[in-house]
């Protein structure tokens, strides 16, 4: 094996760590970060320096894009032409850039996203403010680098002669590194570049005083003031930007929402799309068309509303769910020293005035080298037009021109810069009038000296200068800002009518937990009863509602459990569809049983301001171990989705039941082994959403609670149900008021004994009603049968009933429910 193939090891890691380091490093130096003197990326400041020096500026006519991008590949940017053309363009669009620095001829894109032309056919030249980021270049105000063929210079940073970095922001993504500066007012920052040079210890929030935050191309209202702070003082932070609108009356009493400002960095065309989108999936409730009438008179989006709609809170949700309303997040990352790092606006105006420090203090070097010189020379033409007749003669008598050169050096003490100024003087110059300019030219040159050294003496003096050009430039270039800034960030709300169409519909729940949304039309179509609805096999309706899509449902379950469920959001089916399984649309355990569905308006879940607690409804909580609590029911709003506790639940005990009361009456609870007890509702204190109750019945040991319901007065009748199938009917009357907590008294007399035909083990429910209803009932096996109240006996609390529906041996009753209503 020959010396040149001696392989040495290397370990991965190490190679690709190196390669990486290698590749970031230059990634961020030199490609996707800033400099904080200039606010420059690399691309950025080659673009502007080909164009600069190829002569493309402001007072000559346009050039080929092709040819600048040529340039700045050939010369300086050893990468892709689309990468510099893009560069280029980002430049010259006015919705990107505060200040342009690039003034392009043709089609440079749009608002809508669309592209530019192929740099063949647009033409371009240096904007006038980019002149004063290149100006004084050529004084030696900046160090230059070889480029990277060695083969010409390139400037490290521009001269920089306002704060471009804050001026006209930055966008960019490296190895490990992301920078987001926005842009702001030109005259803002001048103004705090001012105030900090006049005051270096100046605070941010002095600054805040003067910079009122960001100031955007495309104009909008800038939230967030705290956020602003934040970014200004740690370089993070986060603001919301929300687009310019108002609300306008047109004919037919029609309102139309106008949009003439958007957020910055959104997309026009895919912002209209999006609002269009909205109405077309009827998301929306209200809009009737969206058009993009954009001109030349600037941008505007109509949104325009169907009569009777609600503007303001179609405009709401459309901030919310749009790029209408966007959130901007500061990460003001730029290079200092070749490292980057995160900086306040504080930290940045430093930067920049040290880098004007710099670039003054060897302009004025360069001034005054060039003053001294022709001071000397003056001096020079001046000594010699003194004694001309000598010194002409001492031409004469030369042999060649070198040779009189060196006699008016040897013999009158001229140096060789004065000898050569003076042997290419002009005739015409001898002239008396030339004479006295050349005296005048020399004093203005001294005089200007002494003003350069003044400057370079003293620091006052320089910060001086570097603030009058300043003032200049804010003079010259200044705009009026076009973002306005909102102090408070304002929370969306947005109604429910805006999103959802108000509908009358019917929600129904079957036993088997099945559940569907249907409209009234398609229940009419279907025979208008509940017998003609869709359901599985052995499945019944449990609950059937007349609902607007409005309402949410309260959904209770056997573990304590509750969801609050907009009706919207249920699917709709058709009325003989069996619908969806209630596991799909809520996130309930298996293991869970729901007990009870209760329909509630949105004003009512609102907090109540004025009423009092005894005028609100009230939910009641009846567990089967005689558990009795109260609660309100606004205590039950939620926003939330998930599972929420309603009700605290004991081991081995579970919700038998939840109604909700709205004016205080007695509560009635009936056992499984025949007690029932009648006593008044506020005896039950109210208490909070979590706690568990209070003891309501005295229960046996092996008894339950089999039915709770609420009764006023003395109307009606007491219907208790065995499993057996036996009914009667008793007086309200005859179940007089208790104290709560006691053991109640008999409902009901079971049978006993061998030759006795038995009438129930057990009660399984009990109704309180005042007209005929329909009960239906339904056995362990799941077998259905039904009948009408009327068919119960009356007759007093300890009687036996009598049998009102037939069941099997082994599958006795095991629910019992009214039917639910038909709806018209």
């Known amino acids: 094996m020959s010396i040149l193939e001696n392989f040495l090891p290397a370990f991965l890691e190490e190679v690709v760590g190196d390669r990486f380091g290698r590749y970031s490093k230059y990634i961020i130096q030199d490609r996707a970060i800033p400099d904080v003197r200039d606010g420059l990326k690399p691309v950025q400041r080659r673009i502007l320096y080909a164009m600069y020096d190829a002569g493309n500026t402001p007072d000559k006519q346009y050039r080929k894009s092709a040819k600048t991008v040529g340039d700045v590949m050939g010369n300086y940017h050893p990468h892709g032409d689309s990468s510099i053309y893009e560069g280029m363009v980002r430049m010259a669009q006015p919705w990107k850039m505060a200040h342009p620095l690039v003034d392009g001829h043709g089609n440079w894109g749009s608002m809508d996203d669309d592209p530019a032309a192929a740099m063949r056919y647009t033409e371009a030249r240096l904007s006038a403010i980019a002149m004063e980021l290149l100006r004084d270049i050529e004084k030696r105000t900046v160090l230059f680098k070889d480029n990277f063929d060695n083969s010409t210079k390139e400037p490290v940073v521009l001269p920089a002669r306002y704060p471009n970095l804050l001026v006209n922001g930055v966008s960019g993504i490296s190895s490990g590194f992301a920078t987001e500066i926005p842009t702001h007012n030109l005259r803002e920052i001048i103004?705090?570049?001012?105030?900090?040079?006049?005051?270096?210890?100046?605070?941010?929030?002095?600054?805040?005083?003067?910079?009122?935050?960001?100031?955007?191309?495309?104009?909008?209202?800038?939230?967030?003031?705290?956020?602003?702070?934040?970014?200004?003082?740690?370089?993070?932070?986060?603001?919301?930007?929300?687009?310019?609108?108002?609300?306008?009356?047109?004919?037919?009493?029609?309102?139309?929402?106008?949009?003439?400002?958007?957020?910055?960095?959104?997309?026009?065309?895919?912002?209209?799309?999006?609002?269009?989108?909205?109405?077309?999936?009827?998301?929306?409730?209200?809009?009737?068309?969206?058009?993009?009438?954009?001109?030349?008179?600037?941008?505007?989006?109509?949104?325009?509303?169907?009569?009777?709609?609600?503007?303001?809170?179609?405009?709401?949700?459309?901030?919310?769910?749009?790029?209408?309303?966007?959130?901007?997040?500061?990460?003001?990352?730029?290079?200092?020293?070749?490292?980057?790092?995160?900086?306040?606006?504080?930290?940045?105006?430093?930067?920049?005035?040290?880098?004007?420090?710099?670039v003054v203090t060897h302009r004025t070097k360069y001034d005054l080298e060039k003053a001294e010189d022709r001071a000397h020379v003056l001096e020079g033409l001046v000594k010699a037009l003194n004694i001309l007749d000598e010194v002409i003669e001492t031409?004469?008598?030369?042999?060649?021109?070198?040779?009189?050169?060196?006699?008016?050096?040897?013999?009158?003490?001229?140096?060789?810069?004065?000898?050569?100024?003076?042997?290419?003087?002009?005739?015409?110059?001898?002239?008396?009038?030339?004479?006295?300019?050349l005296?005048?030219?020399?004093?203005?040159?001294?005089?200007?000296?002494?003003?350069?050294?003044?400057?370079?003496?003293?620091?006052?003096?320089?910060?001086?200068?570097?603030?009058?050009?300043?003032?200049?430039?804010?003079?010259?270039?200044?705009?009026?800002?076009?973002?306005?800034?909102?102090?408070?960030?304002?929370?969306?709300?947005?109604?429910?009518?805006?999103?959802?169409?108000?509908?009358?519909?019917?929600?129904?729940?079957?036993?088997?937990?099945?559940?569907?949304?249907?409209?009234?039309?398609?229940?009419?179509?279907?025979?208008?009863?509940?017998?003609?609805?869709?359901?599985?096999?052995?499945?019944?309706?449990?609950?059937?509602?007349?609902?607007?899509?409005?309402?949410?449902?309260?959904?209770?379950?056997?573990?304590?459990?509750?969801?609050?469920?907009?009706?919207?959001q249920i699917p709709e089916f058709k009325w003989k569809d069996t619908g969806t399984a209630i596991v799909n649309v809520l996130p309930m355990a298996k293991d869970d049983r729901i007990v009870s569905v209760i329909p509630v308006k949105p004003a009512e879940l609102a907090p109540s301001e004025g009423q009092a607690s005894e005028e609100a409804p009230v939910l009641v909580f009846v567990t089967k171990r005689g558990q009795v609590k109260r609660t309100l029911l606004r205590d039950y709003a939620t926003s939330r989705s998930m599972a929420i506790a309603a009700c605290k639940v004991s081991d081995g005990d579970e919700v038998l039941t939840v109604f909700r009361t709205d004016a205080s009456g007695d509560l009635m609870l009936v056992s499984e082994l025949g007690m029932g007890i009648r006593f008044?509702?506020?005896?039950?204190?109210?208490?909070?959403?979590?706690?568990?109750?209070?003891?309501?019945?005295?229960?046996?040991?092996?008894?339950?609670?089999?039915?709770?319901?609420?009764?006023?007065?003395?109307?009606?009748?007491?219907?208790?149900?065995?499993?057996?199938?036996?009914?009667?009917?008793?007086?309200?009357?005859?179940?007089?008021?208790?104290?709560?907590?006691?053991?109640?008294?008999?409902?009901?007399?079971?049978?006993?004994?061998?030759?006795?035909?038995?009438?129930?083990?057990?009660?399984?429910?009990?109704?309180?009603?005042?007209?005929?209803?329909?009960?239906?009932?339904?056995?362990?096996?799941?077998?259905?049968?039904?009948?009408?109240s009327e068919n119960a006996p009356i007759d007093d609390r300890r009687s036996q009933g009598k049998a009102v529906t037939q069941t099997e041996r082994g599958d006795l009753l095991a629910e019992a429910f009214i039917k639910p209503l038909q709806l018209p």
């Open 439 to 568: 005296q005048k030219e020399l004093d203005e040159a001294n005089k200007k000296i002494n003003q350069l050294r003044a400057i370079l003496e003293s620091p006052r003096k320089l910060m001086g200068v570097i603030k009058d050009e300043l003032t200049e430039i804010r003079d010259k270039y200044g705009i009026d800002r076009r973002s306005v800034i909102q102090g408070e960030v304002e929370e969306l709300k947005v109604n429910l009518e805006v999103t959802v169409a108000a509908e009358d519909v019917l929600i129904s729940i079957s036993r088997g937990g099945y559940i569907k949304r249907t409209s009234l039309l398609s229940f009419t179509r279907s025979g208008g009863e509940l017998e003609s609805a869709g359901v599985k096999e052995g499945d019944v309706i449990r609950w059937s509602l007349g609902v607007s899509t409005l309402d949410p449902l309260l959904i209770f379950t056997q573990k304590g459990q509750y969801y609050l469920l907009p009706v919207h």
């Open 395 to 437: 031409i004469k008598a030369s042999k060649n021109r070198l040779d009189a050169q060196n006699n008016l050096v040897a013999k009158f003490g001229f140096s060789e810069r004065q000898a050569d100024a003076i042997l290419t003087l002009q005739l015409y110059r001898l002239t008396n009038l030339e004479i006295h300019q």
């Open 680 to 788: 008044a509702e506020n005896e039950v204190s109210v208490q909070g959403r979590v706690a568990g109750g209070v003891r309501g019945i005295n229960l046996k040991e092996q008894d339950m609670v089999a039915a709770a319901m609420q009764v006023t007065g003395d109307e009606g009748e007491i219907l208790v149900l065995s499993d057996h199938g036996y009914a009667k009917r008793t007086l309200l009357l005859d179940y007089p008021l208790q104290g709560r907590g006691g053991k109640g008294i008999q409902s009901f007399e079971f049978k006993e004994g061998k030759r006795v035909k038995p009438n129930g083990t057990k009660l399984i429910s009990a109704f309180h009603v005042k007209e005929a209803v329909t009960i239906l009932g339904v056995t362990a096996a799941g077998t259905h049968m039904e009948f009408v």
């Open 191 to 358: 103004d705090a570049c001012i105030a900090v040079m006049n005051k270096p210890d100046t605070t941010v929030s002095e600054l805040m005083g003067i910079v009122k935050g960001p100031d955007f191309p495309t104009g909008g209202i800038i939230m967030g003031e705290e956020g602003i702070r934040e970014a200004y003082e740690t370089g993070k932070g986060r603001i919301y930007i929300r687009a310019k609108t108002a609300i306008e009356d047109v004919r037919g009493g029609k309102q139309q929402i106008v949009i003439t400002e958007i957020p910055y960095q959104v997309v026009k065309s895919k912002l209209t799309l999006a609002i269009d989108n909205l109405r077309l999936e009827k998301k929306v409730e209200g809009i009737a068309e969206v058009r993009d009438e954009s001109g030349r008179q600037g941008l505007r989006i109509v949104v325009e509303l169907k009569k009777d709609a609600d503007a303001e809170g179609i405009l709401a949700f459309l901030l919310k769910k749009t790029d209408l309303q966007t959130t901007y997040n500061f990460n003001m990352v730029a290079i200092v020293n070749k490292a980057p790092r995160q900086l306040g606006i504080k930290q940045m105006l430093d930067a920049y005035i040290d880098h004007q420090k710099e």
